[in-house]
């Protein structure tokens, strides 16, 4: 079925450092129009280039299954280890595989010692679609130890919400595409205290990730 997406950044922004209107996009080119919410920024020193979170984010209480078909708790798997989280399903055209291809280049210039301290985690907000076997094979032309969850989008939607990111259930158009809304942003957690420091927008750039992701291995603080 043909499919598009709209790519909504964060909006429950009290916690964001970031002095700037953010754009509801569309993320095919059938989406829709844009509006804009704004956010507060407060300008701390950090060694990273990714946006300062003033609010740090509990990370979610989640288990969905993998991509081997088993259980994963969040939490638990990634436990003591820094982490990228990011929110998307496989048929996003632009916006999902930009991020995380991105991400995927960055990754490929750490160390293997560096690799093995940071897991990436895509979240799929289309689980009807998004199976085990589907993640796999989309992740893997970007990292294959990237790590991919599917399961309950009720559990995910909760998960995502107490993050600030929204998701909404896919609707079904008139034409027959589906519209499936959600957050664009990449949250990173700290092995320091299993929180989230760092935000990256929808759109950052692949030499911002080249930048934080040694820091991120070394468990630097934000």
């Excluded at 990754?107 to 679609?129: A, C, H, N, W, Y």
Aim: charged letters at 20%.
């Amino acid at each position: 079925m043909p499919r598009t997406t709209r790519t909504a950044r964060l909006a429950g922004a009290a916690a964001v450092a970031l002095a700037a209107a953010l754009t509801l996009t569309a993320c095919g080119s059938s989406g829709g129009g844009s509006t804009a919410a704004k956010v507060t920024q407060q300008k701390d020193a950090t060694p990273y280039e990714g946006t300062k979170l003033a609010k740090n984010f509990e990370k979610p209480d989640l288990t969905l299954t993998d991509t081997s078909g088993q259980p994963f708790d969040l939490r638990q798997r990634t436990n003591g280890k820094s982490l990228l989280l990011f929110f998307g399903y496989t048929s996003c055209p632009d916006v999902c595989p930009t991020t995380m291809g991105d991400i995927g280049v960055a990754m490929k210039g750490l160390s293997p010692e560096e690799r093995q301290k940071i897991d990436v985690v895509f979240v799929s907000t289309d689980p009807q679609r998004d199976t085990p076997k589907v993640l796999r094979t989309w992740l893997d032309s970007m990292g294959s130890d990237f790590i991919g969850l599917t399961g309950d989008l009720e559990k995910v939607k909760t998960a995502a919400r107490s993050l600030g990111i929204m998701i909404e259930d896919p609707v079904v158009n008139a034409d027959g595409t589906v519209t499936s809304t959600h957050g664009a942003q990449v949250l990173a957690f700290l092995p320091s205290d299993d929180k989230a420091h760092v935000l990256y927008m929808s759109g950052t750039e692949v030499k911002t990730y080249q930048h934080d992701l040694p820091l991120l291995a070394k468990g630097v603080a934000a």
